[in-house]
């Protein structure tokens, strides 16, 4: 395990059997992707003492992927807009988004003196086109108000203290605190190190999670108008998505891929991520790109762990979100995708991953 010498020394400060450091950490934030980066930046600028732990070598592997390594971390839109485009969670989310809308969050990168750029349709990302960008905006920043990371630390359990507060048992010793982020991400990209602990810790302290299914993901569609040319994107494309009557129940225009296995791009992913919401075992969908228009009927989507985005979690019933604290263990608290949250393409699952971990951390300073 790497750590530096605060680190090294708040690890020791919240070392299982410290009697006086039992409540050292008032905050625990376990996963150092998105939210958790997000909420450690939160708890410092709050003054909430926390460390930070993460399973891999370095904070923040799925952002570094994110939209091709270019990083759309939101879109220039109102919390009102966002909520109307970001689908079954809007009421669950609408809180925390209201709270830290878009724009607060465009704000706070510009406030770390980060260049952005917005493109015609509000997507925004860093101005240099990297998501290191992001990634190293906050690792700057984290380092500036020394908050412990301790990365190469994977957590395998969390155990409520018999005397309150937590246990949270890392690979390598345990650690007390007052309060629990869990902000372990989905179940996609089990390489970047969400690979769907959060959620096994939750069921383990009571709370029930929605089975998983994968959200922004490629159709499967072996046909060589579309095989024949994998590699090629096609921005101005659409896809149409019909139910068995044959009625639009919904229509994207935006990028459409050609891949060895089929089809991809975000007019692929929303309809995709649609069908799998509404749950649609019968329908077609209608792709155009390049001057084709195809239609088929009932594809398959590719496996959840090459998914953008996972569906299902932690489920929302078992989270207050006025909080994001559970409602089966006090002073659990849930952020990102390691929720049954979920948004389109566009910028929406880090905005979504940035809010509910502000909310939390809010909460947890009351
Ligand atoms: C290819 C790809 C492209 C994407 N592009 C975009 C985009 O452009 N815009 C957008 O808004 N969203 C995008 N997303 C989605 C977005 O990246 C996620 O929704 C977001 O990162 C979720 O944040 P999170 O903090 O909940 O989880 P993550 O960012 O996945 O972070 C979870 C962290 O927890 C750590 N962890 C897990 N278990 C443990 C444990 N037991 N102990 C310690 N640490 C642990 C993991 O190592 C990981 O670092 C993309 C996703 C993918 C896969």
């Keep these: 395990m790497k750590t530096n010498n605060h680190m090294a020394k708040t690890a020791d400060m919240v070392k299982r059997g410290d009697e006086g450091a039992v409540r050292a950490a008032k905050l625990a934030i376990v996963g150092g992707g998105a939210a958790g980066m997000f909420a450690a930046a939160v708890a410092a600028e709050r003054h909430v003492p926390c460390v930070l732990i993460e399973r891999k070598a370095r904070l923040g592997s799925k952002v570094l992927m994110t939209a091709n390594g270019r990083c759309n971390f939101t879109k220039d839109i109102s ?25 607060q969050v465009i704000k706070g990168f510009k406030s770390l003196n980060v260049p952005l750029r917005r ?9 240099d086109g990297k998501a290191a960008t992001i990634v190293h905006a906050f690792g700057d920043l984290l ?11 994977p957590v395998v359990g ?6 309150g507060g937590f246990v949270v048992r890392t690979a390598n010793f345990d650690l007390s605190a007052e309060n629990v982020l869990v902000a372990t991400g989905g179940v996609s990209y089990p390489k970047t190190g969400s690979v769907g602990d959060g959620q096994n810790f939750a069921r383990a302290l009571g709370h029930r999670l929605v089975p998983y299914r994968p959200g922004l993901i490629g159709l499967e569609a072996n046909d060589r108008r579309i095989t024949s040319l994998a590699g090629r994107r096609f921005e101005d ?27 991809s791009g975000a007019a692929v992913y929303n309809s995709q991520r649609f069908i799998e919401h509404e749950n649609m075992s019968d329908y077609s969908i209608e792709v155009w790109f390049a001057h084709e228009r195809l239609t088929f009927r009932n594809l398959r989507p590719r496996p959840v762990k090459e998914a953008i985005v996972t569906l299902g979690g932690v489920s929302l019933d078992d989270v207050n979100p006025h909080t994001m604290e559970s ?6 608290y849930f952020a990102g995708e390691v929720l049954d949250i979920d948004g389109p393409t566009g910028g929406y699952n880090l905005t979504l991953a940035f809010a509910t971990a502000r909310k939390a951390v809010v909460s947890i300073c009351g």
């Excluded at 919390?79 to 724009?103: M, S, T």
């Excluded at 493109?119 to 101005?127: H, K, L, N, S, V």
């Excluded at 380092?143 to 630390?153: A, F, G, K, M, Q």
């Design 79 to 103: 919390a009102e807009d966002f909520l109307r485009d970001v689908g079954p969670c809007a009421r669950w989310v609408a809180e925390a988004i209201r709270e830290c809308p878009p724009r």
């Design 119 to 127: 493109m015609p349709d509000g997507r925004m990302f860093p101005a």
């Design 143 to 153: 380092r500036d108000e020394s908050v412990p990371i301790l990365t190469n630390c």
């Design 158 to 163: 969390i155990a409520v203290a018999p005397r």
């Design 237 to 263: 494309g659409r896809a149409k998505v019909m139910d068995a009557s044959g009625r639009v129940v919904f229509d994207y225009r935006g990028e459409v891929d050609c891949e060895s296995f089929g089809l």
């Design 327 to 332: 409602r089966k263990v006090k002073g659990l």
